[in-house]
C-alpha cells in the first residue's frame, strides 16, 4: 500500500491545477442574434483604472485569438468616467454607435466576502496497525518509531475570499440584454492572474452558448 502522503501530494496538486474561477450560472435570450456578435465593445465598469486595464486589454487579446473584433472602454472614454456621480449613457452609446459594434460586453464586480475555513491535518505516515500490540511496544525503539510515524499535522485556518463577477452582453442596436453570466473566483493571486483564466472561461461558456462567434 502507498503512504498516504502520497495520496495527499496528489489531492494538493490536483486542487493546485484546478481553475480558480468558474461560471456559477448563465441565461441567453431567444432574441440572440443566431449568428453569434462578432464586434464587441468591451467594458469593464470599475473605478480602478488599472483593474479596469488589465481586464480589458485581456478580453480584447483573446478576443483577437477567436477572430472577434473588440474596442475598449479605456481606448474611448475618460479614465473617471464609470466614476462619475452624473453618468452619461447618452455620450458611451454615441461612442459605441459611431464604432459600428455588433454587441456590448461588460463586467461588473456585484459582490466579494471574506470567509474562515479550517482545514483538518492529516497523518503523518501509514495507516494503524491493527491487532496485538505488545510486539512494537516491546522496546523503546519500536515504540517511538511506530508512534513518530502516524503524528499528525496541526489543522489550520485560512480567509477564503470570494470575488463574484457579473458578465452581460447587450446588442448594440436594440440595446437589449441577449446573455448574462455570474462567475466566481476563489482566492486571486492578483489581477494580472485573475484576468487570463477568467476571460478564458468566460469567452468558453459564451461560445458554448451560441452568443459569440465569427460570421460565416
Not at 2 to 19: E, G, T
Not at 34 to 49: H, K, M, S
Not at 123 to 139: A, D, F, T, Y
Amino acid at each position: 500500500m502507498k503512504n498516504p502522503i502520497f495520496y495527499i501530494l496528489i489531492l494538493i496538486f490536483a486542487a493546485s491545477c484546478s481553475p480558480s474561477t468558474r461560471i456559477i450560472g448563465s441565461w441567453t435570450s431567444p432574441d440572440k442574434d443566431t449568428a453569434g456578435y462578432d464586434d464587441l465593445f468591451v467594458a469593464a465598469v470599475v473605478d480602478n483604472v488599472q483593474i479596469r486595464q488589465v481586464v480589458e486589454d485581456e478580453m480584447q487579446s483573446q478576443l483577437n485569438g477567436r477572430n472577434i473584433q473588440s474596442r475598449t472602454s479605456i481606448s474611448a472614454i475618460k479614465p473617471d468616467f464609470w466614476s462619475s456621480e452624473e453618468l452619461d449613457k447618452d455620450a458611451i452609446i454615441k461612442i459605441i454607435g459611431e464604432s459600428k459594434h455588433d454587441g456590448i460586453l461588460t463586467m461588473t464586480l456585484i459582490d466579494q466576502t471574506s470567509e474562515e475555513r479550517y482545514v483538518p491535518g492529516a497523518m503523518m505516515g501509514g495507516p494503524m496497525m491493527m491487532g496485538p500490540s505488545w510486539g512494537w511496544r516491546g522496546n523503546f525503539g519500536g515504540y517511538w518509531g511506530m508512534q513518530h510515524g502516524l503524528m499528525m499535522n496541526p489543522g489550520y485556518v485560512v480567509n477564503d475570499r470570494k470575488y463574484f463577477v457579473e458578465i452581460n452582453l447587450y446588442d448594440a442596436d436594440s440595446q437589449q440584454l441577449v446573455w448574462s453570466g455570474q462567475s466566481k473566483t476563489i482566492n486571486p493571486e492578483s489581477v494580472d492572474a485573475f484576468a487570463p483564466e477568467f476571460v478564458k472561461i468566460v469567452l468558453n461558456r459564451m461560445e458554448e452558448e451560441g452568443v459569440i462567434g465569427k460570421r460565416q
